[in-house]
C-alpha cells in the first residue's frame, strides 16, 4: 500500500469505541471500524451477536450508549433517522402495505424539500424499476408480488435516493435457495454499478465471502476479526474464525515447541504435529490450548498401500462417507484416534484418477506447511 | 435529545388531556357524587338529604330479588348465548363456501346494527296473545303463556346479544389457521378429537371475549325484562329505574347502583384472570 | 349443521320480518293485520315528534362518533407511548368506564349533573348582570352527548390500540429511514394503517349512541331521542306507526352500511 492511496481514502462509515447497551444485554461492545468508500462491506456472525444493533446505529433508530458514529466524516450522534443519508434494506421488506410498487419507491423522493417534480418523480421510479428488472410492475399491490419481487422493491426504495450508504439487514434470508444465489449476483453488479457503500448484515459465510470487500466478524458484541475474505480465509485469527469461515479440520491439543520451522502441537492422541503460526498474532505461548487447523481442500488422499514418500503429515484412515459435488468429491475420513477428518478432493489429479468408495482403508496427507496452528479463542 | 423528548412529552399530556378530563368529570366524578348519595338520607319530597347512614346498604336485602334475578340470568342467558352461537360461528367460519360467507357475515350482524329496541318489541308481538299462543291454541294447545315468563326473557337475550357473541368467536376461528385441522386429523386424530383438542381451545379467546360482552350489558340490562317479563321477572335495572323515576329514592339508588359497581368488579376482573389463566392469549383485545 | 345455520338465521329474521310486514298494516291496532296500506308511513313521517326525535338522535349520535373517535385515537396514540403510574391510571379507567353498566353511567350522570347544576344555577343568577335574564344549566344535548362519549371513547382507544399493537414496527423505522419526519411519517404511515380502526370505531359509536335507550332515558332532560320515542309510544300502546319508524331505521342503517362497504371497495379498486 502506497503512502498515496493512504491519503485519499475516505470512510463512508466510521465507528469510534461505539457501545449499544439494552439494560445489562451489552449488544455492541465497544466496537471501532471504519468502511471504505464505495465498497461492499459485511457483518458476519452468529444470531444476537450484535449485527441488527449495529446496523440500526447508523441508520439512526438506535443512539449508542456511548462511544461515536461518523457518516461520511461527520459525526452523526443525536441526528435522528429522517436525517441521515442512509437507507436501509430492511430483513422484512417493511413495505408499505396500503401503497402500490411505486408509491413505495418514490417514498424517499417525497419527502425531500423541496419535492422534485412529478415528472421527475415518475422518471427515477421507472429508471430505478429497470435497474432492479421490475419495470411494468410500478402499479401491482406489494402484496401481490413474490418474495424475490418483494426483495426487489426494498432494494428500489432504498436505492433510488441515492444514499451515501446502503444498510442490508439479512435482505436474503428470506428467499429459497437459488433465488438468493441470483439476488447475490445481481446485488453485487448493482453495487459495483451504482457504486454506493453497501452494508450487509448476514449470518450466511459463503454469502459474506462470495460478496464482500471486507469482513467483520463478530461475537457478543465485539469484533473478533476484520479483514477481506481472502484474509480472514488464509489467515483467520483464532479458531473461532476458521470455524465461522469455510469449512475447517481441528485437531486439539497443546503447543509444545515454537521455533523458526514453525510451531509444534502435541495433540491430545499424543502426536506431535508440526504446522505455521498465523501472521500476525502473537499469543501462542508454550504450553497454551492450541488446536492444528486443516482445510479440506490442503489434504491430499491416496490408498492406503500408496503412500506418498514426500507428505508431510500422514494419517490412515477409512472412508465412510462420500459426496459428489460434480467438479469436486468430499470425503468424510474416519482416522484412528483423530476423530473424522473432511477431505476435499479435485475430480481428477494427475496421477490419482480413482475415486475410494465407504469402507476403503486410505492414508491422507498434508503439509506441514498449509496448517495453520490457531488459539482456541 | 433532552429537547426531543420534552416536547414529546408535551405532545403526550395535549393528547391525553381531553380524555383525561373525560374520565375526570363523567367517570370519576359521577361515581364519587353516587357513593356520597348512598350514604345519605332521602329528602321527605325524594331525591337527596345530607347525612351518613348506612341505613340503604343495610336495607339491600329488600331489593334482593332484582340481584338474584340479575345474577342467574346473565350468567345462564350468556351460556345460552355461547352455545347458540359458537355452533354457528364454526359454521360460518369453517364450514360455509368462501362465495357466501362475507353475505352470511353480514347477515348475522345488521341485526346487531339495528335498535335492539324495536327488536325486542318484535318478540312481544310473536310472545303476546295474538302470537304464538294463538297458533298454539288452533293447533290444540290452549292457554299457553309466553310473554312475561323467564322463558320470554331468556329468548330476548339470546336474540338480542347473538350477533355480539358470534362476531368474536367466528374472527378467533377465522384467524385459526386451516393447516392445524389437517395437521391433527394427518396426526390421526379423529374429527370429534381435533375440535377438541385444537379448535376449541384455539377459539378460547373468542369465547371470552364475546362472553365478557354479553356479560357485562346483561348485568346492567333494563330492556328486555321490563318488555319481555312484565312485572314477574325484573333486573336490577329495573329496579333502579323505578328507584330513581318513580318512587325517588336517591340514595337508596346508589347504594344498588354502587353495589352493582362493585359485583362487577369483582366478577369480571376474576373472569379475566382466570381466562388470562387458561388460555395464554386470554380475552382478546384485537376482537373489542 | 347447514339446517341449524338455517334456522338461527330463521330465529334472527323473522322479527324482523313481522315488523316490517305489521308495517303495512292498513288497520289500527299493531296486533292485527288488516289489509296493506302504507298509511302509518305518512302517519309517521308527518308527525313532528318524529321528525324531532329522528334530527335529536342524529345530531347526538353524530356528535358522539366525530367526538370519540378524534378523542380515542389522540389517546390511544399517547398511551402508546406513556410508561408508569399514568398508563396504569388509564388503563384502569378505559377498563371501568366499558365494564360499568350504561344505566349505572345514566344514574350517576344524572346525580352528578343535577347536584352541580343545582349548586352553580344560583351563583349564575346572582353574578348575572341585572336586567338579563340568567342561563340556567340543564340536562339536554351536551349531557347525553358527554355521557355516550365515555363510553364509546373508551371503546375507540381500546380498538385503535389493538391495531397500533398489530402493527409492524418496521414499516414507521422505514418511514423515518426515508426521510420522513415524525409528523409526516405519522400520516403518510401511521394514519393509514390505523384508519380501519377508526373508522370501525367511528360507525361503533354512532350505532351505540344512536340506538341508546337507557342512557339517554336518564340524562336527556326535555330532549327527546328516537329511542325514548319509541319506548314511550310502546308504553302508551302499540300503534303500526312504531313498526314504520323501526322500519325506516332498519333501511337507512342498511343503506348506510351498503355505502360504506361500497365506497371502501372503490377506494381499494381505484388504489
Ligand atoms: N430493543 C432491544 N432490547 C433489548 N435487547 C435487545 C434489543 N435489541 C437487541 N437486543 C439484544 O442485543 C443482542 C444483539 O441483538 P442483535 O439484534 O443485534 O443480534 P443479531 O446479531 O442481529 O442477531 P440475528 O442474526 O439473530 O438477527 C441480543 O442479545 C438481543 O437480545
Ligand atoms: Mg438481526
Redesign the pocket.
Known amino acids: 500500500m502506497t503512502a498515496q492511496s493512504k491519503i485519499t481514502k475516505t470512510y463512508d462509515i466510521e465507528f469510534k469505541g461505539v457501545t449499544k447497551r439494552?439494560?445489562d444485554?451489552l449488544?455492541?461492545d465497544n466496537v471501532s471500524l471504519s468502511v471504505e468508500r464505495g465498497s461492499f462491506f459485511s457483518?458476519l456472525?452468529?444470531?444476537?451477536?450484535?449485527?441488527?444493533?449495529?446496523?440500526?446505529l447508523i441508520a439512526g433508530f438506535?443512539q449508542p450508549t456511548e462511544g461515536d458514529v461518523y457518516i461520511a466524516g461527520q459525526s452523526v450522534v443525536g441526528t435522528p433517522s429522517h436525517k441521515r443519508p442512509v437507507n436501509m434494506v430492511f430483513?422484512q421488506y417493511a413495505l408499505f402495505p396500503h401503497m402500490n410498487v411505486c408509491d413505495n419507491i418514490a417514498y424517499g423522493l417525497r419527502q425531500r424539500s423541496p419535492r422534485p417534480s412529478k415528472q421527475e418523480i415518475l422518471k427515477r421510479v421507472d429508471e430505478t424499476l429497470e435497474m432492479v428488472r421490475l419495470s411494468g410492475y410500478g402499479n401491482r399491490r406489494v402484496w401481490e408480488l413474490s418474495g424475490g419481487q418483494q426483495q426487489r422493491v426494498a432494494l428500489a426504495r432504498a436505492l433510488i435516493n441515492r444514499p451515501t450508504c446502503l444498510l442490508l439487514?439479512?435482505p436474503l434470508a428470506a428467499l429459497d435457495r437459488k433465488l438468493r444465489s441470483e439476488m447475490q449476483m445481481e446485488l453485487q453488479t448493482l453495487q459495483r454499478d451504482v457504486g454506493i457503500t453497501f452494508i450487509l448484515?448476514t449470518?450466511d459465510q459463503e454469502e459474506a465471502l462470495s460478496m464482500s470487500d471486507r469482513i467483520c466478524i463478530?461475537r457478543e458484541?465485539q469484533i473478533v476479526q476484520l479483514g477481506s475474505p481472502r484474509d480472514l480465509y488464509d489467515d483467520p485469527k483464532n479458531r473461532y474464525v476458521a470455524d465461522f469461515v469455510g469449512k475447517t479440520n481441528f485437531f486439539d491439543g497443546q503447543v509444545c515447541d515454537i521455533n523458526g520451522a514453525g510451531v509444534t502441537v502435541q495433540l491430545d492422541s499424543g502426536l506431535s504435529l508440526l504446522g505455521a503460526a498465523p501472521k500476525n498474532v502473537p499469543q501462542l505461548i508454550n504450553g497454551s490450548k492450541a488446536s492444528i487447523a486443516v482445510r479440506p481442500e490442503m489434504i491430499t488422499i491416496a490408498a492406503a498401500d500408496q503412500v506418498n514418500s514426500n507428505a508431510g503429515v500422514s494419517l490412515p484412515g477409512k472412508v465412510i462417507n462420500r459426496i459428489f459435488l460434480g467438479e469436486r468429491s468430499e470425503y468424510l475420513i474416519e482416522t484412528q484416534g483423530h476423530g473424522e477428518v473432511l477431505v476435499l478432493s479435485p475430480k481428477n489429479i494427475t496421477g490419482s484418477t480413482q475415486s475410494f468408495v465407504p469402507g476403503d482403508q486410505v492414508s491422507i496427507s498434508w503439509q506441514p506447511e498449509s496448517a495453520l496452528v490457531l488459539a482456541d479463542t | 435529545m433532552k429537547e426531543q423528548s420534552k416536547s414529546n412529552r408535551w405532545l403526550t399530556a395535549v393528547l391525553l388531556t381531553p380524555t383525561g378530563l373525560w374520565f375526570a368529570f363523567m367517570l370519576v366524578l359521577p361515581l364519587i357524587v353516587i357513593l356520597v348519595f348512598s350514604f345519605g338520607e332521602r329528602a321527605p319530597v325524594g331525591g337527596y338529604a345530607g347525612g351518613f347512614t348506612l341505613e340503604h346498604y343495610a336495607n339491600l336485602g329488600a331489593r334482593l330479588k332484582a340481584f338474584t334475578n340479575t345474577l342467574t340470568y346473565a350468567p345462564v342467558g350468556t351460556l345460552l348465548s355461547l352455545l347458540v352461537a359458537y355452533p354457528l360461528a364454526y359454521y360460518l367460519a369453517i364450514k360455509v363456501n368462501r362465495r357466501y360467507k362475507l353475505i352470511l357475515l353480514v347477515l348475522v350482524i345488521v341485526p346487531f346494527w339495528t335498535s335492539l329496541l324495536i327488536r325486542t318489541y318484535a318478540w312481544i308481538y310473536i310472545l303476546g296473545g295474538k302470537g304464538l299462543p294463538s297458533i298454539l291454541d288452533w293447533i290444540g294447545f290452549e292457554g299457553v303463556r309466553l310473554i312475561n315468563t323467564p322463558g320470554a326473557v331468556l329468548m330476548g337475550i339470546v336474540y338480542g346479544y347473538l350477533p355480539l357473541m358470534v362476531f368474536p368467536i367466528y374472527v378467533s376461528l377465522e384467524k385459526l389457521n386451516k393447516s392445524y385441522l389437517e395437521a391433527s386429523s394427518d396426526l390421526g386424530a379423529s374429527p370429534y378429537k381435533t375440535f377438541m383438542q385444537v379448535t376449541l381451545p384455539l377459539s378460547m379467546p373468542g369465547v371470552a371475549t364475546g362472553c365478557m360482552l354479553v356479560f357485562i350489558l346483561l348485568m346492567g340490562e333494563f330492556l328486555i325484562p321490563a318488555f319481555l317479563g312484565g312485572g314477574k321477572v325484573f333486573f336490577i335495572g329495573n329496579a333502579l329505574v323505578d328507584l330513581f323515576l318513580q318512587s325517588r329514592n336517591w340514595p337508596f339508588g346508589s347504594a344498588i347502583s354502587i353495589t352493582l359497581v362493585v359485583i362487577m368488579l369483582i366478577t369480571v376482573s376474576l373472569y379475566m384472570r382466570m381466562t388470562m389463566r387458561n388460555s395464554k392469549t386470554g380475552v382478546d383485545e384485537s376482537l373489542m | 349443521m347447514r339446517i341449524y345455520a338455517i334456522a338461527v338465521y330463521l330465529f334472527l329474521y323473522v322479527p324482523i320480518g313481522i315488523i316490517v310486514l305489521f308495517s303495512f298494516n292498513a288497520g289500527n291496532h299493531a296486533s292485527e293485520l288488516r289489509g296493506l296500506s302504507v298509511q302509518w308511513y305518512g302517519k309517521a313521517l308527518s308527525n313532528p315528534f318524529v321528525g324531532d326525535a329522528f334530527i335529536t338522535s342524529l345530531v347526538i349520535a353524530l356528535t358522539v362518533a366525530v367526538l370519540s373517535s378524534l378523542m380515542g385515537t389522540a389517546a390511544a396514540l399517547a398511551l402508546q407511548r406513556l410508561k408508569g403510574r399514568m398508563r396504569v391510571l388509564f388503563d384502569g379507567l378505559i377498563f371501568v368506564s366499558v365494564m360499568i353498566p350504561g344505566i349505572v353511567i345514566g344514574i350517576a350522570t344524572l346525580v352528578a349533573l343535577v347536584t352541580v347544576f343545582d349548586f352553580l344555577n344560583p351563583i349564575l343568577a346572582s353574578i348575572w348582570p341585572e336586567g338579563s335574564q340568567a342561563p340556567k344549566l340543564h340536562m339536554g344535548y351536551a349531557s347525553v352527548i358527554a355521557a355516550h362519549t365515555l363510553f364509546t371513547m373508551s371503546l375507540v382507544i381500546i380498538m385503535v390500540r389493538a391495531r397500533i399493537a398489530g402493527m409492524d414496527r418496521a414499516l414507521i423505522e422505514a418511514s423515518m429511514d426515508l426521510y420522513a419526519t415524525p409528523w409526516r411519517t405519522f400520516y403518510q404511515v401511521t394514519l393509514p394503517q390505523i384508519y380501519p380502526a377508526i373508522l370501525a370505531g367511528f360507525l361503533l359509536s354512532f350505532t351505540f349512541s344512536f340506538d341508546d335507550f337507557i342512557i339517554s332515558f336518564f340524562v336527556a332532560g326535555p330532549n327527546t331521542t328516537l329511542p325514548i320515542y319509541i319506548f314511550s309510544s310502546i308504553r302508551r300502546g302499540i300503534t303500526p306507526e312504531v313498526n314504520a319508524i323501526g322500519t325506516m331505521v332498519l333501511v337507512g342503517s342498511l343503506i348506510l352500511l351498503m355505502t360504506a362497504q361500497y365506497l371502501m371497495r372503490e377506494r381499494d379498486k381505484t388504489k
Do not use: I, W, Y
Open positions: 439494552f439494560g444485554v449488544a455492541v457483518f456472525g452468529p444470531s444476537g451477536c450484535g449485527k441488527t444493533s449495529s446496523l440500526r438506535d430483513q439487514d439479512e448484515v449470518h463478530m458484541g
